[in-house]
């Protein structure tokens, strides 16, 4: 019977939380189209079944039926390979999240989280700037002068805003004294981690931003000045997969916040403790609550200038970045 607990078992659970986690990215985009039609007062879409419901079924039908189109001119390996990179990346960054506490079903102890390294906070910083190699692979294969722009644009992005980011979550690791994520978790069972470290969990959430290339701080795709910019040759399904992994980052990106600074599933303590599955629901709510910020803040805020917004990074967040870190070692060194 150990080849349940061992494999099966954690397969099942894989299995269920990349399809849930793919199934979310999908619906995101209905999520931020209803939602920005709210804000701009029109009708987002509404004719794909009630409510347009089934408007990203329809959005994945038409783009598997468009012609499949590849540029005579490109790198033709990297050019396909690029999106697969970039949305691959995204779904295996969630590995290590956890979505909810040990349940006990029919005699077995299912973990709802899909590997609880030792390392998970280095995981993540190590995995969830990878996907940005697909967008700087695309743009250089593209060998489109647009296209090279953006990709350059994101290549700048991944350097500057990986340092406040990766500052941020080392802050965290000293408070907690570890690495893993179920420990973060349970360390927040009484209060969560923002209240504690609020400098970096604004640091995490503007540098998410813009590792996510939302608005913004949507540079590498800039439609006014770059066309669309890394994406400018891509179409069909290829271009799909791109789209569909920026969605899909929004909804990893708010479930790492929401883990690492929030209290992830255990914070209140006093829902959770009610039901086993309630820990599952207050994480789905904290994860949507990000993702109506990310759609308040693009329907809000203009897209700013690339030369403010690197400086924004290297002036402001990484010296704040720097700051923060070292409050953090010295309260730590004199509590401890």
């Known amino acids: 019977m150990d080849w349940i607990n061992t494999l099966l078992i954690p397969l099942i659970v894989t299995f269920v939380i990349a399809l849930g986690l793919l199934g979310a990215g999908a619906y995101v985009t209905l999520f931020e189209r209803k939602l920005c039609g709210r804000f701009q007062i029109r009708y987002g879409p509404n004719r794909a079944f009630k ?20 540029p005579p001119f490109v790198d033709k390996f990297i050019y396909i390979l690029a999106p697969g990179v970039a949305f691959a990346m995204v779904v295996i960054t969630f590995g290590v999240i956890p979505i909810g506490p040990t349940l006990n079903l029919f005699g077995y102890n299912v973990r709802l989280q899909i590997a609880d390294l030792d390392v998970g906070l280095l995981y993540v910083m190590a995995v969830a700037g990878l996907g940005g190699y697909g967008i700087v692979l695309g743009g250089w294969s593209s060998n489109n002068k647009y296209s090279l722009l953006g990709s350059l644009r994101t290549t700048a992005q991944l350097i500057s805003y990986e340092l ?25 069972a009484v209060w969560p981690l923002i209240l504690l470290q609020p400098i970096g969990f604004l640091l995490y959430l503007i540098s998410g931003f813009a590792e996510n290339n939302r608005s913004p701080f949507d540079l590498p795709e800039t439609e006014n000045e770059l066309v669309s910019g890394f994406a400018t040759e891509y179409g069909g399904i290829k271009f799909a997969l791109f789209f569909i992994a920026e ?9 790492i916040v929401v883990t690492v600074f929030l209290g992830g599933w255990l914070w209140p303590a006093f829902i959770t403790s009610l039901h086993p599955l309630l820990g599952v629901v207050v994480f789905a709510v904290k994860v949507v609550a990000m993702l109506f910020l990310y759609v308040w803040i693009r329907a809000s805020l203009p897209r700013v200038r690339f030369d403010r917004y690197m400086n924004f990074s290297w002036k ?4 704040l970045a720097l700051l923060n870190l070292a409050v953090t070692a010295v309260i730590v060194a004199l509590v401890s």
């Open 247 to 255: 969605y899909t980052n929004m909804v990893v990106i708010g479930a």
């Open 316 to 319: 402001f967040m990484y010296p």
């Open 51 to 70: 409510f347009g419901l089934l408007q990203p079924i329809a959005d994945a039908g038409k783009a598997f039926m468009k012609e499949e189109l590849v």
């Open 164 to 188: 406040p980011m990766g500052l941020a979550l080392v802050g965290v690791a000293l408070v907690v004294g570890s690495l893993r994520m179920s420990d973060i978790v349970a360390y927040q």
